[in-house]
């Protein structure tokens, strides 16, 4: 796939790498562009580009940036009509242990609301970066799941694809309104990693029986 991913943090380098290596071609943006530049250096896959540039001729757009950033950073892409949109944001607190918004909207919705041209996607915000980075395999050989919610079924049998393509079981949430239901995940599995110090090594997983 030809992906555009807006964020150079600890998330948008994870995926940049992780997308790198399963062979996608990917545009990265983002405020720092020292940081972009740098990570698309080592990286075949990986081209960087000022934001007004990024979306090129992209298929799928990732924000991985603040749930705050995020349509600022998608609106300077420009026109995102039929484009999906992968949204890995939580709206976290200034400490990161609670959520800004919920029960009735999240960050998915606003972000929907704001682009509406687009198909956006809630996928992969229930993983930290570190797991993201490392990959999908577990101890005891156990493969993480990625919860997938949205409107279009094209597109989000599109982040399906993606996901898979990177080693990950995806689990079908339904909805876009379901990222009501995966924010607060989110933010549980913060509080597991941070709040009761089992670490940045631990994710949900889906299981059947």
């Known amino acids: 796939m030809k992906i555009t991913v807006i964020g150079t943090g600890n998330m948008g ?3 940049a790498k992780q997308l790198d290596a399963a062979g996608h071609t990917v545009r990265i943006t983002g405020r720092n562009m020292a940081k972009a530049n ?17 979306l090129g001729d992209s298929d799928v757009v990732i924000v991985a940036t603040a749930y705050l950033d995020a349509v600022p950073a998608l609106q300077s892409l420009g026109d995102l009509t039929g484009k999906v949109v992968i949204d890995i944001t939580n709206p976290l607190s200034a400490d990161y242990m609670s959520l800004t918004i919920g029960h009735v909207t999240s960050a998915a919705e606003e972000i929907s609301k704001a682009v509406p041209a687009a198909h956006v996607v809630k996928a992969f915000n ?4 570190q797991v993201l980075a490392d990959g999908p395999l577990f101890a005891d050989n156990q493969r993480g799941s990625v919860f997938v919610a949205g409107d279009s079924e094209h597109a989000k049998q599109t982040a399906v694809s993606l996901a898979q393509s990177l080693g990950w079981n995806t689990i079908d949430a339904g909805d876009l309104v379901n990222a009501r239901y995966l924010e607060p995940l989110a933010g549980l ?8 110090g089992l670490g940045t090594l631990v994710a949900p997983v889906w299981l059947n029986k």
């Open 189 to 196: 599995n913060i509080y597991l990693g941070y709040g009761a």
């Open 126 to 129: 229930t993983l930290f970066a």
């Open 13 to 15: 380098s994870a995926f």
């Open 38 to 54: 740098t990570l698309a250096e080592s990286l075949a896959n990986v081209s960087a580009y000022a934001a007004a540039d990024a």
